[in-house]
């Protein structure tokens, strides 16, 4: 089966160097096979939605705005997921909420198309999908005070010290999404890389404008990993590093005034 077509046309440079910013993911191959292609072509233009492109295929422009209540065709509370992956936890997790607006960031097609797929199969309408950058869409896509939760599961932790720049948790982060939460929102991670949790927890307790929800000095039980989100189903990925003997660590994570 041939390599069906990127979703926009890569952007052409002739001999202009692009300047390649540091990002937390790695983009794979875009081939897709039969089923794949069928929900991709079915569901994209419904519930893929583009954006104005920067230097790189994933970037976003300086300058793009998106109207999320015209996207939606109505004005709810905002949800956003950075790395979506095949939809494993996005799918219920969005059926979960009907009353919100789900906005998914995930640059792999192939996987793009699994969600597309899981959402027909389960009627679940209230998720759009934006192929780019997860952090430029934050920060260019949603106004300040605008999102009601951030998703942030099982990303890359980026293992060899070398490469812990591409760490999507950072200080600087931290405050993008303090800025971007609205008062008393909410942002809920996993992983199951103890060294990525420790350096979650290493940031994001001493954030300015960002309480762990379960971490209480006067309360011994207070350690400040938080219990398991009742939502979030077990995904394959997790249940591939709950089989490696990994521990799962989650946190909850609160916008104070």
């Known amino acids: 089966m041939p390599t ?9 440079t002739g001999e202009r160097r692009v300047r390649r910013d540091v990002v937390s993911f790695v983009r794979r191959s875009a081939r897709m096979n039969d089923s794949q292609l069928k929900a991709w072509t079915t569901w994209n233009q419904s519930r893929v939605v583009r954006v ?9 422009a300086e300058d793009a705005s998106i109207d999320w209540d015209e996207v939606f ?16 936890s996005l799918v219920p997790m969005a ?16 996987a793009v198309a699994n969600t597309l797929g899981k959402l027909a199969r389960e009627g679940v309408d209230n998720v759009r999908i934006v192929m780019a950058d997860g952090q430029q869409g934050l920060e260019r896509l949603f106004a300040p005070g605008s999102i009601s939760e951030l998703w942030l599961f099982f990303a890359d932790p ?7 720049k591409r760490r999507l948790v950072s200080p600087e982060f931290a405050q993008l999404v303090r800025s971007r939460l609205v008062d008393g929102g909410r942002w809920r991670l996993a992983t199951d890389w103890e060294d990525y949790a420790l350096w979650m927890r290493e940031v994001l307790d001493v954030a300015e404008g960002l309480t762990n929800e379960h971490l209480d000095p006067s309360d011994p039980e207070g350690t400040g990993w938080a219990p398991r989100l009742e ?13 490696a003997g990994r521990t799962i660590h989650d946190l909850t994570y609160r916008k104070s005034s």
């Not at 104005?52 to 976003?60: A, L, N, P, V």
């Not at 939502?231 to 089989?243: D, M, N, Q, S």
């Open 4 to 12: 069906p077509p990127p979703l926009e046309p890569h952007r052409r």
């Open 52 to 60: 104005s492109e920067g230097e790189t295929e994933t970037s976003i």
């Open 73 to 88: 065709g109505r004005r709810a509370p905002l949800i956003v997921e950075i790395g979506s992956g095949t939809g494993d």
């Open 95 to 110: 059926a979960a909420h009907p009353e919100a607006n789900v906005v998914a960031f995930e640059v792999f097609q192939p």
């Open 158 to 164: 980026w293992h060899k010290s070398r490469h812990h």
């Open 231 to 243: 939502l979030r189903p077990v995904t394959k990925y997790e249940r591939k590093g709950l089989a």
